[in-house]
Structures are given as C-alpha cells and as structure tokens.
C-alpha cells in the first residue's frame, strides 16, 4: 500500500483516521511511502504549507519506498512496479491510476476511504494477435 503526499495531509487538515480505514479495508496491508513523496513533503514543510510538518512526520512512521523520477508520475510507476495498492486524495491521480490497472482508495469523507477497483485494461496489441 502506498501513500500518496497529500493522503498523508488529511490526518493533519481533517484528523483523518488514514491508518485504520487502510486497516478496515485492507487489514494487514504493508503500508509504506514512496522517496518521492518523503522529498514531496520536505519541500512543503521548507514552503510552511500547513499541516506539511504533520504530514511529514505522519510519513516517517512508515518504512520507505526507494522510487525514481518525482510526483505523481513517480507513484504510479511505482505502484505498477510493485502491483501495490495507493491511498491519494487526488482525484485525477487516482484515475490515472485506475486507468494504469491500481486499485485506489479514496477519501469519501472526513473520515472514511472508499475502495475503487482498477479499471480492467484492455487487451494489449499482442494478446489480439493470433499466432500464424
């Protein structure tokens, strides 16, 4: 499960409950965060956007991810490397996602995530192609 930068600002904006709603939906899920979005969070906590500092400090609870390359891009490389499940509040990220076969989980509330499945993907030009 990875956590995308501003999946980590809502326990500081809103008092999200983002660890447990990941555990009532996935329980047991590894929880872990992408470099990307570590550097992501250093550079709003060096910008003094609020709830940046609790974000930051919320992300080093959990182990890291060592990604390439920065921002959204870098997360949905990672998760489809990783075949690794991401928690985001970005709406156009998380159909990006969808799109790229990553299942999300979004916030619906104040306090609860909704699960969206992967799109299915379709069919690449050499799975239509019959063997001759």
Do not use: C, Y
């Amino acid at each position: 499960m990875l956590l995308d930068a501003n999946a980590l600002l809502l326990p500081a904006r809103t008092r999200f409950p983002l660890e447990s709603e990941v555990d009532r939906i996935r329980p047991g899920a590894a929880i872990v965060v992408p470099s990307s979005v570590r550097g992501e969070l250093e550079r709003l906590v060096a910008r003094h956007v609020p709830g940046a500092t609790t974000a930051a400090a919320v992300a080093r609870k959990f182990p890291e991810l060592p990604v390439t390359g920065q921002g959204d891009t870098a997360v949905l490389d990672a998760a489809v490397r990783h075949r690794a499940w991401v928690v985001t509040a970005d709406r156009a990220l998380a159909e990006r996602l969808r799109g790229a076969g990553v299942t999300v989980m979004v916030p619906r509330d104040r306090h609860r995530l909704e699960l969206r499945r992967a799109r299915t993907l379709p069919p690449s030009e050499d799975e239509l192609s019959s063997p001759e």
